[in-house]
């Protein structure tokens, strides 16, 4: 026991034998594909949703609400989530059933960069009109998470699904870095930051996702459903009996409270932390350059977290990340220099990349192949349930305490508490239970279903194990 890692002890739980390491073997093309489309999404995502847009909002919009910007930008974000995760698990059902998940996601994709593009070209001669569309860009963005997770079931079955995790978020970091530094994020002037600067990043965003989602749009084949023809209102019916699965599976309501809790403390950081800097009066240059410094630090991390990956379970490695976002919880309600701030953004590039690899992979393990549309989009709306409470939750506390530092208290506690959940999880049973549901007869669904044997792993403290599929 002595000669065990400190993490193992701590965490509760075993170290998994791999029979191969996940972050050194080449990808098949269709995960390469996969990949890609996450780089080139991850990077419009992180220059105009995760930098332009909320400093745009703070520092340029005419706002006449009686609410400080963080408040009003925190229910905005809790707002256009829940009609996200509302909308979630039908529009996935409606990919599986009609196998257009790609149509649905290039839908979903074009709405977000109309929604951005107006907001920038129009957005700021009405604050009205600006809401909306930050509404509208937000909550397309959130289907497009759903549906194209969801895409990753349908690559190669030779890879490991956490060895494409683990390369998605590695690309989309190195992507996001590489298009940030060109537009000349790292150092700007304050005299640079015009709304024809901000016009342009744009456009340069928009073009460089197009060319990496190509790939998969040409590239990935959707097998067969395996379902009959179904009418609307069949539809709506095996989502709500999709639900009802779900939530009859114990472990994995205890899963999803854990995802739900944690997140509300991740996903509000993330959220919030660009429009809470420049309320602290941190230069918007410095803003920018930090949002780089994230992205190029989020490369050495997801090469971290793939070693961590050949080791320890997915679960471990999550309770990992979980322990890195309580020490940001603390150090956000003391932050005052701009150089506080970036070194607070590297330490959101370890946790952030750890939670996104991991949640995503414990999403593809509790999720059989032919309902990977509506499960990712039911378990993507449990998980953005967490952006509606901790924006909210963040929002209320600010307006009663008059300042955005209280917030950061109340999402050090949503960490803890989502941390102690997810150590009482067996996911062994949850995954055993999800996967007990027949893979349907149908032309090519042999090729892309997965195996449903799993490789069980559990600790001396008890059957608190993970589970993966087993390796090819």
Known sequence: VASRPLAELW??????????????????????????????????????MATLIPYMFKTMLPVHTGYTTPALWGYLMAGSTLVGALLGPYVGAYADFTENRKHFLFIALGIQAVAVFSFVLFGLFNWVVSIFLVCAALISGLLVMALYNAMIMFTEETDDIAQTSVWGTGLSSLGSALLMTGLGMAWLSPVDLTPGYFLMCTVAAAAWQGVFCVPLFRGIEEPPSGYPVMEPEQIKDEVHNSIRDMFQNRELVKLTVALLVFNDASTTMWTMHVVYGSYLGIPGASLFGAQVLNRWMSVPFCLLWAKLADRYTSRTNTILAIGVTLICCVLFMFLKTQWEYYGLSVLLALAGTGIFIFTRVL??????????????????????????????????????????RAGFGVLLMF????????????????????????????PGNTHYARHEDLEHHTDPLGNLGSSRPSSH
């Open 11 to 48: 965490c509760g739980v075993s170290v998994v034998g791999m029979s191969r390491p996940i972050s050194w073997i080449p990808l098949s093309k269709r995960s390469l594909f996969w990949c890609l489309f996450d780089a080139g999404h991850w990077g419009f995502n992180s220059v105009t």
């Open 363 to 404: 999403m593809a393990d509790l999720t059989p192949t032919r309902r990977a549309g509506q499960n990712f989009g039911i378990l993507a709306a449990v998980n953005k349930l967490a952006g509606f409470v901790g924006p909210l939750v963040y929002a209320i506390v600010t307006d009663i305490f008059g300042s955005p």
């Open 415 to 442: 960490a803890a508490g989502g941390l102690f959940l997810l150590m009482q999880v067996d996911i062994d049973a949850a995954t055993a239970q999800a996967h007990s549901d027949p893979v349907p007869e149908g």
